[in-house]
């Protein structure tokens, strides 16, 4: 399956010149000018290069992905019975499971700006895979009347051209808008000068560590030029291969001079470490994250950890959510892509902690959701959410300052109030004078948010039921009772005749 590799395993070397070789057919421009020929396949050579593009990779692969649906009041409700995302965040085509699949994807974007798939679809409409392939086998042709399509080179060598209704194209950051640039491409000489780096120190310790420069000094004179190449070559394979190492035995006076820079003079640890850092820059990856702990400390990495989901990661999901829901889901506007930073977000313990106390102690996260967020099964009775004993909302608080107001009278505060109004009711006539004054006060509360509100719904029954100490489905015979419009002056009058006759 070459076509799903990152690079194509049985690719030959690029200083192979046979006709089977990639020498004569690699762009002229992919040197760079430390002379080194410089491609995302090289490049990934760099282990600071590679180790940043597994973590945006698999970063971008392991975010869970979810659908859903908007309601009519503003919120939304997650869909799971729908083909997208079952091709999606089930089986994005034959051959794949979707953590290979975004993983390969978000290598071919971090590594060469642009990622395709072509669209297989049923005869519903209904795509049902999405077929990776390579970006170095896709090219893009501009039509006359300014539209697109692309030409694609298959695995058997033959060319094919696809409309861009059949391919789904991810980009990167683009100058024209049609294609991504490759950051590869657009760094090629500081990964030149890596790749070259690394290169020389290769062959630094393939030396035993010493530098292979020198001269020898001959007081005499060769006979002739001969004579001194044939010296020179008996030399070198004196000191090459399996004999390197041997002691070297020189005739005639002749002294050998050791030459050139050591590593130390050309920096050479220190221009490794700026590589590293440079390419971290490059893939805006933490440094940490890619083992670079030279000026790490315990403050800043969990800093550094959260400016990366949100300076680093979210921008890629972004580019996700909205290249899909633009190109994949053309016919449904009311469904809503997102990938689930909860994971990334999840902290320690303690953190998780505090933060489900929170949610749960100021009522907007039901104890319920906090166990679902922790893998847990939901328990019966914690669907509700809690609210401080010490916190109304506002049209209850509004509602206890006019009853505030209506309830000072002259005079002391034991002072009773004229009762003369109440209306008569079969009560015993041992009932308490502050009972009825209770009962009173309680009904015109319930009487006037009933009639600001306009109806009794079941919100309105639960708390009459509550406020008196009756069953739900007494007071919902007393609500069929009543006459409409709802006014709060009889609402007051049949609320206290209605509590005064428990």
């Known amino acids: 399956m070459g076509l799903f590799n990152f690079f194509d395993r049985f690719k030959a070397s690029s200083n192979d010149r046979s006709a089977g070789g990639d020498f004569f057919f690699e762009p002229v421009a992919a040197r760079s000018a430390s002379g080194i020929q410089v491609s995302p396949d090289r490049a990934l050579r760099l282990s600071a290069v590679y180790a940043c593009v597994r973590i945006l990779s698999e970063t971008m692969a392991s975010l869970p992905l979810v659908i859903y649906r908007q309601r009519a009041d503003g919120g939304k409700d997650r869909v799971t019975d729908h083909w997208l995302y079952h091709l999606l965040a089930r089986r994005p085509n034959r051959f794949q499971n979707p953590f290979e699949w975004r993983e390969m994807l978000q290598g071919h974007l971090a590594m060469r700006g642009n990622a395709f798939c072509q669209i ?36 058997s060598g033959d060319e094919t051209v696809l409309p861009r209704g059949r391919i789904w194209h991810l980009r990167g950051l683009s100058s024209d808008g049609l294609m991504g640039m490759s950051p590869i491409e657009l760094a090629r000489e500081s990964l030149g000068m890596a790749l070259a780096a690394q290169d020389y120190g290769a062959r630094f310790f393939r030396n035993d560590a010493k530098p292979t420069g020198g001269w020898i000094e001959f007081p005499g004179a060769f006979k002739d030029a001969e004579a001194k190449r044939v010296f020179r070559d008996s030399y070198q394979a004196a000191q090459a291969g399996s004999n390197r190492g041997k002691v070297l035995v020189l005739e005639n006076g002749m002294k050998f001079h050791e030459v050139g820079v050591t590593n130390k003079d050309a920096q050479f640890l220190e221009l490794r470490k700026f590589q590293i850092t440079d390419i971290a820059r490059l893939f805006r990856v933490p440094p940490h994250m890619i083992a670079d702990l030279d000026r790490a400390t315990f403050s800043n990495i969990e800093q550094q950890s959260l400016e990366f989901v949100m300076h680093t990661m979210t921008p890629w999901v972004e580019r996700w959510e909205a290249s899909i829901e633009s190109d994949l889901m053309l016919e449904d506007d009311q469904l809503e892509i997102e990938f689930d930073f909860a994971n990334l977000m999840r902290g320690d313990a303690a953190s998780r902690s505090a933060y489900y106390q929170s949610g749960i102690q100021n009522g907007w996260l039901t104890r319920n959701e906090a166990r679902v967020s922790e893998n847990l099964n939901p328990l019966q009775g914690l669907d509700q959410p809690l609210r401080p004993l010490n916190m109304v909302e506002e049209e209850d608080a509004e509602e206890a300052e006019e009853e505030k107001e209506d309830s000072q009278v002259p005079g002391s505060d034991t002072e009773p109030s004229d009762n003369t109004n109440l209306p008569s009711a079969p009560i015993d006539h041992e009932l308490s004078l502050r009972f009825r004054m209770l009962v009173q006060s309680t009904s015109s509360r319930l009487a006037r948010r009933i009639a600001k509100k306009g109806s009794i719904g079941v919100k309105e029954i639960e708390l009459i039921a509550q406020s008196f100490g009756f069953d739900t489905a007494y007071v919902e015979n007393w609500a069929e009772q009543q006459a409409r419009p709802l006014l709060e002056k009889p609402l007051t009058d049949s609320l206290i005749q209605f509590g005064l006759n428990r």
């Open 120 to 155: 297989i679809s049923n005869l519903k409409g209904e795509i049902t895979e999405l077929m990776p392939l390579h970006p170095d086998h896709v090219r893009m042709e501009v039509m006359d009347n300014g539209d697109f399509r692309y030409r694609v080179r298959m695995q």
